[in-house]
């Protein structure tokens, strides 16, 4: 007897049950294994410099200063800052441009698997995302991987390549400084350059420093100690 056809819908439930299931092992996986690249890095139109370092080898200054600068409720929320998330839909609705609201997760799960630019589409994808790797990775990978594949300088990943490439060593050396001043090169990282800063990024930096004093050097001992 022969099999019976799928329709639309049967094939449409089958890929979708087969992108997820192949999505939720990719995350279980990259929960242990770090990224052997990112979406991004695949659609960099500059050659690439990665190199991975395990967020235990780094000083704690070096993830205090990317919290600081671009998600101090890192720690407490669960992938989305629902707060930031309205008021930027409320300003969508207005007519203004569809600015940012994203957390360092909704950040790692773009980076990691879609695409840039501002649409309804990708900043669902990217809520489902960040999501589930809350659930499954925990905050310490997720700020992991950030400081891994966050693009620093054309085609420069992660801050151990972007502390070789721009100091001329490792990302276990940095000063409080130097961390502050790679930190504020996002969110526009191909148009920054930390030995060229302008008058209101270097206002960024020291902005950036006071947080991280305000902060505490132990702000993210919870979660790099667990």
Request: charged letters at 20%; proline letters at 6%.
């Amino acid at each position: 007897m022969a099999a019976p056809k799928r329709g639309f819908f049967g094939w449409a439930w089958l890929i979708t049950w087969s992108g997820t299931l192949l999505l939720a092992l990719s995350l279980v996986v990259l929960r242990f294994v770090p990224p052997p690249t990112s979406s991004f890095m695949l659609q960099s139109p500059y050659p690439v410099s990665y190199q991975w370092i395990d967020i235990d080898k780094l000083p704690s200054r070096v993830p205090l200063a990317l919290v600081a600068s671009e998600d101090q409720h890192f720690p407490a929320h669960f992938g989305l800052d629902l707060t930031s998330i309205t008021d930027a839909l409320t300003q969508h609705d207005k007519g203004k441009d569809l600015r940012g609201a994203s957390t360092i997760t909704q950040q790692t799960a773009k980076n990691l698997f879609l695409w840039s630019g501002r649409s309804y589409v990708r900043k669902g994808l990217e809520a489902m995302l960040a999501v589930s790797i809350e659930v499954i990775w925990g905050k310490k990978r997720i700020l992991e991987v950030y400081l891994n594949i966050a693009e620093f300088g054309k085609g420069i990943y992660g801050v151990e390549a972007a502390s070789l490439h721009y100091f001329d060593k490792s990302a276990r050396y940095l000063t409080i400084d130097e961390a502050a001043q790679l930190a504020v090169l996002l969110p526009s990282p191909r148009k920054r350059n930390p030995h060229d800063l302008t008058p209101y990024l270097q206002q960024r930096v020291n902005w950036v420093k006071r947080q991280m004093r305000q902060l505490g050097s132990n702000y993210l001992a919870p979660i790099l100690t667990n």
